[in-house]
């Protein structure tokens, strides 16, 4: 069965600084890979993913990830971080051979971006 | 295209009282899924239909949970003698096929006193 690790509970950051989420995936077939974002008291929102291709995958509000096969991981990223992006950002693998989307999040890492 | 909506959006309950929750899914998306969400952790999933069909259910759905979706449109989640360990955010999703996106609803949060 798959899962997904988030080291980082919690990622501190100054305005402007860049940031990296870290997301680690085990599995034993291939997976689609996913990022989500939650703002208090609402669902969740995709960032990106990446299902094949390039490994670089761009999303919205300036987010990208990079896959990484041999490392297993998908970490996110972003240049230059807005007090806006302060949210729980969710990484998510779902299996290729499945025949249904089932998503398998991690447990989150909260974003908190000061001033 | 007005997403995916959820209601109740809060719902406050006795233990071992019955509770049901809905979820509207984008139109012409023939896929629906339910997650919980509790507190500190990810969605975990709970069930998934294909239009009408209920064809996946964890191990966390007990007997105590029932999911419908009537018409393969709009779904119900039924939590019969809820219990405090019930207490939970209940997100659902729906997407168009199999690799396609899943798009969340604002969720209902559920509390057991």
């Known amino acids: 069965a798959q899962s997904v690790t988030q080291l980082d509970s919690q990622v501190p950051v100054f305005e402007e600084a860049p940031v990296e989420l870290r997301c680690n995936y085990s599995?034993?077939?291939?997976?689609?890979l996913f990022w989500y974002v939650q703002y208090p008291n609402q669902g969740l929102q995709l960032l990106l993913k990446?299902?094949?291709?390039?490994?670089l995958v761009k999303g919205i509000n300036g987010f990208e990830a990079e896959f990484n096969k041999s490392q297993t991981s998908f970490h996110l990223r972003k240049p230059s971080v807005h007090i806006s992006d302060t949210a729980e950002y969710f990484c998510?693998?779902?299996?290729?051979?499945?025949?249904?989307?089932?998503?398998?999040f991690g447990t989150g890492t909260r974003l908190l971006v000061s001033p | 295209d007005t997403g995916v909506s959820q209601n109740p959006r809060h719902k406050i309950t006795k233990r071992g009282q019955n509770v049901t929750f809905r979820c509207d899914p984008i139109s012409e998306h023939n896929r629906l899924y339910w997650y919980r969400q509790t507190l500190g952790q990810g969605p975990e999933f709970l069930t998934y239909?294909?239009?009408?069909?209920?064809?996946?259910k964890s191990r966390l759905l007990s007997d105590r949970f029932s999911a419908e979706r009537p018409k393969g449109s709009f779904s119900t989640l039924e939590i019969q003698r809820t219990e405090q360990g019930d207490s939970a955010m209940y997100l659902c999703a729906s997407s168009a096929g199999g690799g396609d996106t899943q798009y969340f609803g604002p969720g209902t949060r559920l509390t057991v006193l």
């Open positions: 990446y299902l094949s291709g390039s490994t």
């Open positions: 998510a693998v779902s299996e290729l051979n499945t025949g249904f989307q089932k998503l398998v």
């Open positions: 239909f294909q239009n009408e069909a209920q064809l996946e």
């Open positions: 599995s034993s077939v291939s997976v689609y």
